[in-house]
């Protein structure tokens, strides 16, 4: 039986950030007319491929961030915590949201994901479309603010190893136990997101 986790990107797209080749997961953007006027993101503040890794400063909430990413124009769409995201993307079907939380752990290897807590202090992992990556060595601690799509999704054996490589690339002690227990896949919720909104000062 699966026990159900957290996992934040499909399979393909760890392995294509962070070295090897696979397919990149889209966004759905036909089912925008279906989403909730709060959920449907304008496009006029979006960035280049190019651009996506160099932030722009924005104040949201009288709060200072740098905004990451391709999509900018989220940030007067309604957030929801990770909790709500988590129980809401477990009711099985695919959305687009933006969510609020902290950042406590960050790809050591290229910043192309971030780890946010739930209120039992359980990760979410978070992947970032096409690849973009955040400042490693200041973004975790910080306030953050992500748009993007969350689903339900399966992540390998391999994948969940992987994922225990970048732990223990990070300085975390990783032992050949916790290799050993992953024996079978595990189905949770995936988060692709295409911008975020890191907090310039430290979270208090």
């Known amino acids: 039986m699966h026990k159900v986790i957290l996992t934040y990107c499909s399979v393909a797209l760890l392995v294509s950030a962070c070295g090897s080749s696979g397919e990149e997961l889209k966004m759905d953007s036909s089912k925008e007319d279906s989403q909730p006027d709060s959920l449907v993101m304008e496009a006029e503040n979006t960035t280049t ?3 996506m890794d160099i932030p722009t400063p924005v104040v949201h909430n009288e ?3 740098l905004a990451y990413g391709i999509n900018r124009s989220f940030m007067d769409s309604a957030a929801v915590s990770v909790d709500d995201m988590y129980n809401s993307a477990l009711e099985g079907e695919a959305m687009e949201l933006t969510v609020y939380g902290e950042c406590t752990e960050i790809c050591q290897m290229a910043g192309c994901w971030i780890e946010v807590a739930k209120s039992d202090g359980d990760p979410v992992f978070v992947k970032f479309k096409d ?3 955040l400042p490693i060595e200041s973004t975790v601690g910080k306030k953050v603010l992500f748009h993007g799509l969350a689903r339900i999704d399966t992540t390998s054996v391999e994948m969940q190893r992987h994922y225990l490589d970048d732990r223990a690339k990070s300085g975390d ?3 050949q136990e916790e290799y050993d227990a992953i024996t ?3 189905i949770g919720v995936s988060f692709l997101a295409d911008g975020i909104l890191v907090e310039e000062s430290e979270s208090k």
């Open 49 to 51: 491929i190019d651009e």
């Open 63 to 65: 709060t200072e961030y």
């Open 131 to 133: 690849h973009f990556t």
């Open 173 to 175: 002690t990783v032992t």
């Open 184 to 186: 079978e896949p595990e």
